[in-house]
C-alpha cells in the first residue's frame, strides 16, 4: 500500500508500520455484512481471582483515605500515597507473578482502573499510564526474556516507567518524530545509541523540574547513521524502541501543568546524546512505530475502564439528588426534562459495562481488540464527559459551586466542577476521538481498499478476486439474515427484535461502505466527514450487541430491571441509526414521556443500584470520614 502511490508523505509512514493482519474483531465484521456472534456465544462474563478481590479490599481504604479536592488545589499526589500503592503491589498489576507482580487479568485490571477512576483522575492516570503505556507493557510484549528479567522485579517492587512519544510538533503523527538515536559501532557492530531531542506531554515523567518520577521510560526515536540524515529527504526512515533509564548522563525534564486532572506529573523530558546501549533496544530497527501502536492498543482499554468509574459516580450522585430535590410539589427526578438524563446515564453506565466486560474476555481468549479498544475509548470518553455535563445541569447552581463551598454550607461536595475540567481531557489523550474515528475507518475499510487498489494497479488475478469481493460484499448486503440461530441459542429471547435490528443494520452499514467505495475510489480516504459517518453506525451498534449479550449473561439476567433498561438503550440506539419519520415521531414521543417516568422512578428508588458497585461513591465517602449527610 505504501508504494502504490495512495499514501504520499506521513502517511506511507504510517502505512508501512501499520499492522496488517486481517481484522477478526467484531467491529470488522460490521462492515462486511459478517454480525460475528460466534465471538459472544464463546465468552462469559470473565470471573475475578480471589487474589484480586482481596486487591481491590485493600486498594478502597487507601483511597478512601485520598482528598481528591487537596490534590486538585496543590496539583500534587501525597507521597504516602505512591509509597503505600507501590507496597500494595499496584505498580505491577499485569506483571507475572515470576518477576514480582500480581498477574492480574486485563478484565481484572480494568476492575482496578474503574475503582480509581471513581475517586480520582490524577492517580488513575499515574497507574495506568506506569503499566499501560509504561515500560512493563511493551516489555511484556516484545521484549526479550533478558530485558523481562532485568527491569520487571523492579517495576513490579514499585519503580514508575512512562512512555515517550510525542513530541511538540508530533501527536498521532507518529512518523514525524524528530527525536533521534545515532548508531554507535564496534567495527561492524551496533553497540549502542545516543539519542538527542526532546518529547513533551509524557506522562510520569517529571516529579518537578530538574526531577523526574519515571526511573525508566520507553523512548521512540528514529535511528539515524548521523543527525544530518534527519533533514535528508532520500534518507531511510527507521523508528526503534529504547529503555532509557533517567538517571542516565544527558537526560532532563521539566514539568508541565494543566488546567484539570491537576496531579498528573506529565512533563518535557530532554535527551543530549545519551548512550543507550543496544541490549535496551525494544525489537529491531525498524518496530519502534509498531511497538508504540501495540502498546497504545492495549493500553486504551485503561481510559474507559476508568471513564466507567466515573459514569458510575454520576449516576450515584445524579440518583440520590434527583429524589432528594423537590421542585414544584415532587421530586425533580420525576420531571422527564430531568429523569431523562438519568435514564441516559444508567444506560450508558449498562452498556460500557457491557463493553468492557466483552473486552476483558476477549482479551484473555487473546482476540482481536485493535478496532473494539479504539471504539470503547471513544464511546466510553464521549459517554462520561456527556454524563458529568448532565450532572452539572440537574445539579444547577450547586454544580457550579466549588467543593468547599458546598461543605461549608452543610452541604454533601459534589465536586461536579472539578469532574467537568478532569473528564474533558479523555476526549484528547491516547488518541483524540477525530483521529481514532479516521483511524478506525482506515482499518476497517482496509479490505475494501486494497481490492480497489487492485483493480486499479493489480495483476489480473488480483483484478478477478477484487470484483468477485465486491460482488460477494453486494450480495450479502442485499439479502436478509436469516433469524440468526447462532446468537439466538444463548443470547435472551427477549431481545429477539435487537438481534435482527443489528444484523439489518449491518446490512445497511455494508451497502453505506460499498457505495461510498465504488463512488469515490481511490479518493474515499480523504473522504473524512463521509468515513465518520460510517464508524459512528459501528460505534453504535458495537455496543448495542454487547448490551444484549452482557444481559443475556446467567448473572446478569436476574438483575432488576435489566430488561427495561436495555431496552431503553437499543430504541435510543435505533432512533440515532434511523430517526423516525415526523408521525412516527409525534407517537413515539408519547411513548417516550411514560417510558421516561417509570424507568426513573426506577432509578432513584434504587432498583437499579447494581450499577453503582465497583466504586466509592463520593456521598458514601464523605459519610465514611463524617462530611454532610445523605440519604438514598
Known amino acids: 500500500m505504501a508504494k502504490s502511490g495512495l499514501f504520499q508523505g506521513s502517511e506511507a509512514v504510517a502505512e508501512a508500520a501499520r499492522d496488517k493482519a486481517a481484522y477478526s474483531g467484531f467491529i470488522a465484521g460490521l462492515f462486511e455484512a459478517d454480525v460475528r456472534w460466534n465471538l459472544f456465544n464463546s465468552i462469559g462474563l470473565p470471573e475475578v481471582s480471589p487474589a484480586a478481590v482481596e486487591f481491590l479490599e485493600g486498594l478502597s481504604p487507601l483511597l478512601l483515605s485520598l482528598d481528591p479536592d487537596r490534590v486538585d488545589s496543590e496539583g500534587e499526589l501525597p507521597e504516602s500515597v505512591i509509597k503505600s500503592l507501590a507496597n500494595l503491589g499496584a505498580l505491577g498489576i499485569k506483571i507475572p507473578k515470576t518477576f514480582g507482580g500480581q498477574e492480574f487479568t486485563q478484565y481484572e485490571y480494568q476492575k482496578v482502573a474503574t475503582l480509581c477512576g471513581s475517586v480520582d483522575a490524577s492517580l488513575t492516570v499515574l497507574l495506568s499510564a506506569a503499566q499501560s503505556i509504561g515500560v512493563p507493557e511493551p516489555l511484556r510484549l516484545f521484549g526479550t526474556a533478558e530485558q523481562k528479567a532485568k527491569y520487571l522485579p523492579r517495576l513490579a517492587s514499585g519503580e514508575i516507567s512512562g512512555f515517550a512519544l510525542t513530541e511538540r510538533n508530533v501527536g498521532c503523527d507518529i512518523s514525524k518524530v524528530e527525536t533521534y538515536a545515532v548508531r554507535v559501532t564496534e567495527g561492524d557492530k551496533t553497540v549502542g545509541y545516543r539519542i538527542t531531542g526532546e518529547k513533551f506531554f509524557i506522562t510520569n515523567s517529571a516529579k518537578q523540574d530538574g526531577e523526574f518520577l519515571s526511573s525508566m521510560l520507553v523512548v521512540i526515536a528514529r535511528i539515524v547513521d548521523r543527525p544530518e540524515d534527519l533533514r535528508d529527504p532520500q534518507a531511510s526512515k527507521r ?5 532509557v533509564e533517567t538517571q542516565w548522563p544527558g537526560c532532563s525534564v521539566t514539568r508541565l501543568r494543566f488546567e484539570g486532572v491537576r496531579g498528573i506529573y506529565n512533563g518535557v523530558p530532554r535527551f543530549d546524546n545519551v548512550y543507550v546501549p543496544v541490549e535496551n533496544r525494544l525489537g529491531g530497527e525498524e518496530d519502534g512505530l509498531r511497538i508504540a501502536l ?9 481510559l474507559p475502564a ?38 441516559r446515564v444508567a444506560a450508558y453506565t449498562l452498556a460500557l459495562e457491557a463493553v468492557m466486560a466483552f473486552c476483558g474476555a476477549w482479551a484473555k481468549k487473546g482476540g482481536d481488540l485493535r478496532l473494539e479498544s479504539a471504539a470503547a475509548k471513544i464511546v466510553g470518553s464521549e459517554w462520561y464527559w456527556e454524563a458529568v455535563n448532565d450532572l452539572f445541569q440537574v445539579r444547577g447552581g450547586r454544580g457550579f459551586m466549588t467543593a468547599e463551598a458546598q461543605r461549608k454550607n452543610g452541604e454533601p ?10 473528564a474533558r481531557i479523555n476526549l484528547v489523550w491516547e488518541g483524540t476521538s477525530e483521529i481514532l474515528r479516521v483511524w478506525m475507518a482506515r482499518e476497517s475499510l482496509a479490505p475494501y481498499l486494497d481490492h480497489g487498489l487492485a483493480i486499479l494497479q493489480g495483476a489480473p488475478s488480483r483484478k478477478i478476486a477484487a470484483v468477485r469481493y465486491y460482488a460477494r460484499m453486494s450480495r450479502l448486503a442485499s439479502l436478509p439474515f436469516f433469524h440468526s440461530h447462532s446468537a439466538s441459542s ?11 435490528f443489528i444484523e439489518s443494520s449491518t446490512r445497511c452499514l455494508t451497502r453505506s461502505t ?8 481511490e479518493k474515499l480516504h480523504n473522504k473524512q466527514l463521509l468515513l465518520q459517518h460510517l464508524v459512528n453506525d459501528s460505534l453504535l451498534l458495537f455496543p448495542m450487541a454487547a448490551t444484549v449479550w452482557y444481559a443475556s449473561q446467567p448473572e446478569m439476567s436476574v438483575k432488576p430491571g435489566i430488561r427495561e433498561l436495555v431496552e431503553y438503550f ?10 423516525p419519520s415526523s408521525l412516527s415521531g409525534r407517537i413515539g414521543r408519547h411513548k417516550q414521556d411514560t417510558v421516561v417516568y417509570r424507568l426513573s422512578k426506577a432509578i432513584m428508588s434504587g432498583e437499579y443500584r447494581w450499577l453503582e458497585d465497583g466504586i ?12 454532610g449527610t445523605t440519604k438514598g
Not at 239 to 243: Q, T
Not at 494 to 500: G, L, M
Open 490 to 500: 444463548l443470547l435472551e429471547k427477549n431481545y429477539a427484535k435487537w438481534i435482527r
Open 570 to 579: 437499543c430504541q435510543d440506539v435505533k432512533n440515532r441509526l434511523r430517526p
Open 413 to 422: 461536595a459534589i465536586p461536579v466542577m472539578r469532574m467537568l475540567r478532569d
Open 239 to 243: 523508528y526503534g524502541a529504547f529503555i
Open 294 to 302: 501495540a502498546t497504545l492498543t492495549v493500553g486504551r482499554l485503561t
Open 514 to 521: 460499498l457505495t461510498a467505495t465504488l463512488y469515490h475510489r
Open 306 to 343: 476508568a471513564c466507567l468509574g466515573g459514569l458510575k459516580q454520576c449516576l450515584a450522585a445524579m440518583r440520590w439528588w434527583a429524589q432528594t430535590r423537590v421542585q414544584w410539589n415532587k421530586p425533580i427526578g420525576e420531571h422527564n426534562l430531568v429523569g431523562e438524563k438519568l435514564c
Open 616 to 627: 466509592l461513591p463520593c456521598l458514601k465517602k464523605q459519610q465514611s470520614i463524617g462530611v
